[in-house]
């Protein structure tokens, strides 16, 4: 066993994958470190498909970086209270490092941790994944914010959030050997059948991959990010938000680089570009102070909305076999990449809620599934905004047209095209309506409705109508 001298302390990574601006890892630089990673069965969010493969890539990528350091990741799953206790005993272990996570069953179980090893060692967590933490950004009035513009405001005002940390020098391993588990056996990557070649040519995750990205983005996308971010036919947004999800970089790097790359003072497409991070992080303060809000509405009298069960229409939006080409693009696009563009996503949410009546909560269980940037606070505010049952939501009676939206947003149905190939072939004046097109278009355009693409799930015109009236019942049942 190691003398006192020289016990180690551990590094517990959770969604900080990272060596670069991890507060965790540098507190712990100076001692011999044991790195490790634990997933945790007992959250009740279990991990989406998509981010099971996003993770098994991540840790792949971690110990990659982590062995050029000559230090190995533990891996071990179950509980964390006692796969701590075990390595602590066992090896005499002096401090215990984290950095923060910030959803309810996380905020419990790391406090019960924290009271358990406290008397009889060090243990400290930081703060790694936020600009600025729930706690420290309040109304005048001491309250939280409710309103996202008043509280991009409070934190563009602080604007003193500390530069990002560089890898520590000189990091040493344990030598002891600790029980580890094998990747392989945690079964996180999908074998029969391997579904993810579409993830595999989109993505890479880990640090690297974040790195690139932002760069990428700030050297050739950023200057035109303001007028290009709403078109998902373009390439113009940074996909950083299943690297920001993990922890392969941190807000703290994006918030600096955008400043620096813009000489400090960031025109109108700098500060648009943090203020989608911003978002984030007001997602966060929400998810901190209302911790139901992954299940219930936040408006309470949306308790009494009328929603519609019904499995096969739901299964067809999730499939991108709606009818409504814009919708059926990014629902296919989630599908096969594991990510939407933000656009797409509103558009797509909105006509499950107010054209399909189906409650967000299922949208949200869809998404949690299949992106790889789900994220418990985002899916669940963004869902919720959409929904129009948030604290700061759209109005429910805001009920996008999905033929509208695809013709504002696609002009030239690239996005459309790219993702429902079977309607390639149609002009752009039917691109996004094609019920609309001559039969004998469509029929030279190899397109036949009901057979090879559907009909619209629903008239929207009609589906609006019911929706504000399903509305108005809600604020009617409430004031009775």
């Known amino acids: 066993m190691v003398n ?10 959770r969604r900080d994958l ?78 215990l490092y984290w950095n923060r996570c910030y959803e309810p069953y996380a905020i419990a179980r790391d406090k019960k941790i924290k009271d358990f090893f406290k008397p009889h060692l060090k243990c400290q967590s930081f703060n ?34 500390p530069p990002p940390l560089p890898i520590p020098k000189n990091l040493k391993g344990c030598k002891e050997p600790i029980l580890s588990d094998n990747l392989e056996s945690w079964s996180l990557h999908p074998v029969h059948p391997d579904w993810s070649g579409g993830l595999e040519g989109e993505w890479m995750p880990g640090e690297e991959g974040a790195q690139k990205n932002l760069s ?6 950023s200057q035109s990010y303001q007028k290009g971010r709403d078109f998902p036919g373009l390439n113009a947004t940074s996909k950083l938000s299943p690297h920001l999800h993990w922890g392969e970089i941190s807000p703290q790097q994006i918030w600096h680089s955008t400043l620096r790359s813009y000489s400090g003072d960031p025109d109108s497409n700098g500060w648009i570009f943090l203020s989608e991070l ?36 739901l299964r067809k939006w999730q499939k991108g076999m709606t009818g409504y080409p814009i919708v059926d693009a990014g629902m296919r696009q989630l599908w096969h990449t594991g990510w939407m563009h933000n656009r797409v996503r509103m558009i797509a949410a909105s006509f499950l809620i107010k054209d399909l009546l189906i409650s967000w909560q299922e949208g949200a269980s869809w998404f949690w599934d299949t992106l790889v940037d789900a994220d418990l606070a985002n899916n669940s505010a963004n869902w919720q905004w959409v929904a129009g049952c948030g604290v700061d939501a759209a109005p429910y009676f805001r009920i996008f047209n999905p033929v509208r939206q695809g013709q ?22 039917y691109i996004h309506s094609p ?12 397109v036949r409705l009901g057979e090879t693409y559907p009909f619209p799930l629903v008239d929207h015109a009609k589906a609006r109508l019911r929706a504000l009236k399903a509305f108005e019942f809600t604020k009617t049942a409430v004031t009775k």
Request: proline content about 8%; hydrophobic content about 40%; aromatic content about 16%.
């Open 435 to 446: 019920w609309e097109a001559p039969a004998s278009l469509l029929k030279s355009a190899g």
């Open 278 to 313: 911003a978002w984030r992080e007001f997602c966060y303060h929400l998810l901190y102070y209302f911790p139901e809000l992954p299940q219930k509405s936040l408006r309470k009298e949306f308790n009494q909305f009328p929603w519609k069960t019904d499995k096969s229409t």
């Open 408 to 429: 504002k947003f696609d002009p030239q149905g690239e996005y459309v095209r790219q993702w429902v190939p079977e309607l390639a072939l149609l002009p752009n004046k």
């Open 216 to 221: 990428f983005f700030l050297e050739n996308l």
């Open 4 to 13: 006192k001298m020289e016990s180690p302390i551990i590094v517990w990574f």
């Open 128 to 161: 790694a994944s936020l600009l600025a933490e729930p706690w420290t950004i309040k109304t005048q009035a001491g309250t939280p914010y409710q309103i996202f513009t008043p509280y991009w405001k409070a934190l563009k005002a602080l604007n003193n959030f």
């Open 18 to 95: 990272r060596l670069y601006d991890n507060p965790a890892l540098t507190q712990g630089a100076e001692s011999i470190i044991i790195p490790l990673f634990i997933w945790d069965h007992g959250d009740p969010y279990n991990l989406g498909g998509a981010s099971k493969w996003w993770l098994y890539k991540s840790l792949v990528a971690l110990q990659k970086s982590l062995s050029s350091y000559r230090l190995k990741l533990i891996l071990r799953r179950g509980d964390p209270l006692k796969i701590l206790e075990e390595i602590i005993a066992s090896h005499k272990v002096s401090a």
